[in-house]
């Protein structure tokens, strides 16, 4: 072999063992293991006199995910209380949107929670609730209700549990929590006075009581802060 061949195998060795002796980083750098971070949440938490068709945004540090860790859509990882119902979960790369169907009644305290489970494209998922607390009134209430749902049947605790709270004869609007891993919940906002409560197993998760779906009631009444266990 001439040594003008030569030089193109002894280049191509010395580069094959370069890159086999760095133990350098591989490309493109450190894996990402964080979960998205929330910057922005409007409007604030403790914001009065919101307007009825004012849209409820939780704005990220990264793009998220549609679906939540455990597959469900972004709706069901997003608690409204009270509510009359379904509410609209928008999707937007960065953020997401809430919105209520009917607009947000005049004169009521809101509490909008995000559900832990909210994930990144590479499958991190927030580990704890996101909330924010606003009134389209000019006082937020600070009645509260905490306690435990408890599933005799399997002796466990009720995971993923509603609990639903009514004021008087008003089964329309709902103040809700859920329930979380060690089955523990809060309820925040609540006016004073006699409520009528309501916990079940949403084994469905169509986020209202079906036939043979386990579950109790109460009635309380509330002066500041209230306990129960169901």
Same mark, same amino acid.
């Given at each position: 072999?001439?040594? !003008? =061949?030569?030089? $193109?195998?002894?280049?191509?060795?010395?580069?094959? =063992?370069? *890159?086999?002796? %760095?133990?350098?980083? $591989? $490309?493109?750098?450190?894996?990402?293991?964080?979960? #998205?971070?929330?910057?922005?949440?409007?409007?604030?938490?403790?914001?009065? !006199? +919101?307007?009825?068709?004012?849209?409820?945004?939780?704005?990220?540090?990264?793009?998220?995910?549609?679906?939540?860790? /455990?597959? &469900? =859509?972004?709706?069901?990882?997003?608690?409204?209380?009270? %509510?009359?119902?379904?509410?609209?979960?928008?999707?937007?790369?960065?953020?997401?949107?809430?919105?209520?169907?009917? *607009?947000?009644?005049?004169?009521? &305290?809101?509490?909008?929670?995000?559900? $832990?489970?909210?994930?990144?494209?590479? *499958?991190?998922?927030? !580990?704890? #609730?996101?909330?924010?607390?606003? %009134?389209?009134?000019?006082?937020? #209430?600070?009645? @509260?209700?905490?306690?435990?749902?408890?599933?005799? +049947?399997? @002796?466990?605790?009720?995971?993923?549990?509603?609990?639903?709270?009514?004021?008087?004869?008003?089964?329309?609007?709902?103040?809700?929590? +859920? /329930?979380?891993?060690? *089955?523990?919940? +809060?309820?925040?906002?609540?006016?004073?006075?006699?409520?009528?409560?309501?916990?079940?197993?949403?084994?469905?998760?169509?986020?209202?009581?079906?036939? !043979?779906?386990?579950?109790?009631? /109460?009635?309380?009444?509330?002066?500041?802060?209230? %306990?129960?266990?169901?």
């Amino acid at each position: 072999m001439t040594r !003008r =061949a030569r030089l $193109p195998v002894t280049l191509a060795m010395l580069a094959l =063992a370069a *890159g086999c002796a %760095s133990e350098g980083m $591989p $490309p493109g750098g450190p894996i990402d293991t964080t979960p #998205p971070k929330l910057l922005v949440v409007s409007p604030e938490s403790g914001s009065l !006199r +919101v307007g009825a068709k004012q849209a409820v945004m939780f704005r990220f540090d990264e793009v998220i995910g549609e679906r939540t860790r /455990a597959g &469900a =859509a972004l709706d069901q990882a997003v608690v409204v209380s009270p %509510s009359e119902g379904a509410v609209s979960v928008d999707w937007h790369r960065t953020y997401i949107t809430v919105r209520s169907h009917k *607009g947000w009644r005049p004169g009521t &305290a809101y509490t909008v929670t995000v559900l $832990p489970g909210l994930l990144d494209l590479r *499958g991190n998922a927030t !580990r704890t #609730p996101l909330q924010t607390v606003f %009134s389209t009134g000019t006082v937020i #209430p600070q009645g @509260q209700l905490s306690g435990v749902a408890f599933d005799w +049947v399997t @002796q466990r605790v009720a995971t993923g549990a509603r609990i639903e709270a009514m004021i008087g004869k008003d089964t329309v609007l709902k103040f809700t929590a +859920v /329930a979380d891993s060690t *089955g523990r919940f +809060v309820m925040t906002t609540l006016p004073s006075g006699p409520l009528e409560l309501r916990a079940y197993v949403d084994a469905n998760r169509n986020q209202r009581l079906d036939a !043979r779906e386990l579950w109790d009631s /109460a009635s309380v009444s509330l002066t500041d802060t209230a %306990s129960r266990e169901f």
